[in-house]
């Protein structure tokens, strides 16, 4: 039987208002919204939680909205800075894993089911960490595919009743799927707009529960292929993949600290881990690169990066260790603590690695690195790891 996938859905609360209340923080706790002019066909693209407890919503009339809501503020589109905001939420996600799929300017899945964390761990992590890096609210939901995980993160934002963003976490249990589903509304599942809503509840079928429950072939009959569809989807069934947008430029992962770190040798085990990831993700992947580069960020958010370019390419965890760690030392300063702390690997490519005619310390590294794989494929991650060298 197949391990089941673990995926995670990530949606950012009310984006272009956090966006907008980055750059003016007076807005935050009123009611203002993001759109057009009311004087013309204006309608409202994002608005603030206090302007929704008046009653406004997304793709209302401008018009209308300040009807609800007198003092309701209205801010002009920068389509700019969201774009750039995006970005950089993309670029933390990359951080977890390259199996990232972008679906809108504020939304993602992320296939986590190789993570080595808990996955309800993974999604406080990675909130946690785009809340505190760039003051972004947003709520995950997790499930074992990318429809349920969708719905979740849905189901925990509109379970929120809180005067704020929702940050909601939403998981559902793999076997669950159908259960978590059922005592919805028929019209939360991909694929049933209002047209197909109104021809469902022609028969008696209003939740996902009902549409689950009707049988397959009848539907079949009613809806042709897309029948079959929708009774598989009410069942919590979901085949499609991630579909990565971009060929892999880089690999790389970062660690944010709960408690700023001010020893040296704590930033370098957390390097040692890093590093470690980075090599397992090139090495699945088959890939190798020539510039390797860390990512620093003191106490008082200064951020600084540096990197080295190889003469060969490498995806091995002792060269990017030891290569990252002399690029901490040139930047290191006693007394200052850190923040954040990122490894990466960058100018990748899938070409195998050319040995010279005294490349016998790489020679044997690589064939050494290939036997620990043939031992892990067959007995278990676990039942070997590296020592670290003291």
């Known amino acids: 039987m197949d391990t089941p996938r673990v995926i ?5 609360d009310a984006f272009f208002c956090a966006v907008e209340e980055i750059k003016d923080p007076g807005l935050r706790g009123k009611a203002f919204a993001v759109g057009g002019s009311p004087s013309g066909r204006g309608v409202v693209t994002s608005c603030s939680y206090p302007a929704r407890k008046m009653g406004v919503r997304s793709a209302m009339p401008a018009a209308k909205a300040l009807q609800l809501c007198p003092d309701l503020i ?9 774009g ?3 970005k950089l939420v993309m670029e933390h996600l990359a951080n977890y894993t390259d199996q990232v799929e972008q679906i809108s300017i504020d939304e993602a899945f ?10 309800r761990a993974i999604g406080i992590e990675l909130q946690k960490t785009i809340l505190r890096e760039l003051s972004l609210p947003n709520s995950v939901g997790i499930a074992s595919n990318k429809l349920v995980a969708k719905i979740a993160t849905d189901v925990g934002k509109i379970a929120h009743k809180g005067e704020g963003p929702p940050n909601a976490i939403t998981i559902v249990p793999a076997g669950e799927e159908r259960s978590f589903l059922a005592p919805f509304p028929v019209d939360m599942l991909w694929g049933v707009g209002p047209k197909t809503r109104e021809r469902l509840e022609r028969f008696n079928i209003r939740t996902i529960g009902d549409l689950a429950d009707y049988p397959d072939i009848e539907l079949a009959n009613k809806f042709g292929k897309h029948g079959y569809d929708l009774s598989r989807r009410a069942k919590g069934i979901d085949k499609s993949g991630i579909v990565t947008q971009r060929g892999i430029k880089s690999v790389s992962n970062e660690r944010t600290f709960g408690e700023d770190l001010g020893r040296k040798s704590e930033v370098l085990k957390h390097i040692n881990k890093l590093s ?8 699945k992947k088959d890939l190798r690169g020539k510039t390797i580069q860390i990512k620093l960020r003191w106490a008082d958010f200064t951020t600084l990066t540096r990197q080295i370019t190889l003469p060969q390419t490498t995806n091995e965890y002792r060269v990017i260790q030891k290569t990252s760690e002399e690029l901490l030392n040139q930047v290191w300063q006693e007394g200052r603590r850190v923040r954040l702390i990122g490894v990466g690997v960058h100018n990748l490519d899938t070409d195998a690695h050319q040995l010279g005619l005294w490349d016998t310390d790489y020679q044997r ?3 050494l690195q290939e036997t620990l794989k043939d031992i892990k494929s067959k007995y278990g991650d676990n039942v070997i790891s590296r020592g670290i060298k003291k």
């Open 74 to 82: 209205l801010v002009s589109r920068n389509h700019r800075d969201y």
């Open 365 to 367: 590294n690589i064939k």
């Open 8 to 12: 995670l859905h990530l949606d950012l």
């Open 276 to 283: 470690d990831q980075v090599s397992k993700r090139l090495i």
């Open 110 to 119: 992320l296939d986590i089911t190789d993570l080595e964390s808990a996955p």
């Open 84 to 86: 750039r905001y995006s």
